[in-house]
């Protein structure tokens, strides 16, 4: 995993730090997501950008934060298009067990 420290700004009328994440995915999925940490941050505020580069949909608006002492903690949701299937829907989590390992993901997030 690396952090990059883009710069601050101001949000929300204070100041806060804009950070960019990349981190592997587990080699184990499990259901419901995967946690990233943000050392960089005490709490993260935003997720305003994810993406990663093995095809897989990752939306800012579906990681969750976690609370308390895990506020910098993301919970990180990984869906896929089954265009094999009968009919063509919405995207459809990944199994459990399916290894990410080799997927490499980006995060852009605001926090202090």
């Given amino acids: 995993m690396a952090e990059t420290i883009l710069g601050e700004i101001w949000y929300r009328g204070k ?3 804009l950070v960019h994440v990349t981190s592997s995915g587990p080699s184990s999925y499990a259901s419901g997501g995967f946690n990233v940490t943000v050392n960089s941050l005490r709490w ?3 997720v305003i950008m994810a993406s990663n580069d093995g095809g897989y949909k990752v939306e800012p608006g579906d990681i969750s934060i976690g609370t308390g002492a895990n506020r910098n903690v993301l919970t990180v949701p990984v869906k896929y298009y089954d265009y094999d299937a ?7 989590e990944v199994a459990a067990g399916t290894d990410l390992s080799a997927v490499t993901f980006s995060f852009i997030v605001i926090g202090a």
């Fill in 15 to 17: 100041r806060k730090v």
């Fill in 86 to 92: 009968g009919a063509d829907g919405a995207a459809i």
């Fill in 44 to 46: 993260v505020e935003k």
